[in-house]
């Protein structure tokens, strides 16, 4: 089964969210709870884009480890 490192930017409000799903990233609209709480009041008005498709889990979470890091992902309000 194929997995999905994606990044879905809010085209009206610029937040960003760095995910990863089986499904299919184009339609999974994310779970994390400050996104959800954000799409609800902004609507769902998003760009995807697939940063690694593989059946690898080791290759998802050093790809998800290293833009993480990369775009401060913790840190960052964006």
Request: charged share 30%.
């Amino acid at each position: 089964m194929t997995i999905y490192l994606y990044i879905k930017t809010h085209n009206k409000t610029g937040l960003k969210y760095l995910g990863k799903t089986k499904k299919d990233p184009h339609i999974y609209k994310g779970s994390g709870k400050y996104w959800i709480r954000h799409i609800k009041k902004y609507g769902y008005d998003v760009t995807t884009e697939i940063l690694l498709a593989t059946k690898s889990e080791k290759d998802i979470r050093e790809t998800g480890e290293f833009f993480s890091k990369l775009w401060s992902i913790v840190e960052s309000r964006e």
